[in-house]
């Protein structure tokens, strides 16, 4: 249960209101925001459970390839660049910021951020090394679709991980991760909004920081 319990523990929201808490709000239903309706037009379900099947693939692929480390974390940067939204990810995780920041700003921001949030995700994947992700099932959601996979891993109970897809970007590409029912993007959110308000709001010092931080 040790990899289990960790990964609980590191996705666990701190509770303390922040000054972005404060501004921006963490409702659930600010997720559905980041996809407009019409970015339901050409996306389909079978489309979306495509996605998650070929990322499945690969982060089992990765999770069991015996590389190092540090390897891992390269290759968790290629995917999460490959099916991930970065950019939406990164304005989301920025806040009421993002609209005060520069457009070279948010360039270097959401560039950071990739690397930041790779490696973060990277670690807690590579916590199921010896055991795999199955995808289930898929389902159109009001705006998006939600595919839910199983996460399976030696010694331990099944547990649930749930992303979230859409076609906004003119890409099919997942948007959110709920690991354990534990919300990627307000999690971030929340984690970000911590980070700048100790650098007293100031972006570039936590552009530098990011990378470094996960």
Known sequence: MKARTSLMNFMTINSTLTRRTALSGLAATAVAGLVPSSAMAALTTAQAKALIDRLVKEINRVINSGKSEEA?????????????????????????????????????????????????????????????????????????????????LKGQEPFEVVFHVSDRSGKNLFFNIFIEGINM?????????????????????????LPKLA
């Not at 307000?186 to 530098?208: C, F, P, S, V």
Request: charged share 35%; hydrophobic share 40%; proline share 2%.
């Open 185 to 209: 993007l307000l999690n971030e959110r929340e984690e970000i909004g911590a980070m700048l308000d100790k650098r007293k709001g100031n972006l570039d010092r936590l552009i530098k920081d």
């Open 72 to 152: 891992m974390y390269r290759d968790f940067e290629k995917i999460f660049a490959k099916y991930s939204d970065v950019p939406a990810i990164a304005r989301y995780a920025l806040g009421a910021d993002a609209r005060r920041a520069t457009p070279a700003q948010m360039r270097a921001f959401t560039k950071a951020f990739r690397v930041y949030i790779s490696r973060k995700y990277g670690k807690r994947f590579r916590e199921f090394i010896g055991g795999k992700i199955v995808v289930k099932q898929a389902r159109k959601l009001k705006k998006f679709y939600e595919v839910k996979t199983i996460a399976l």
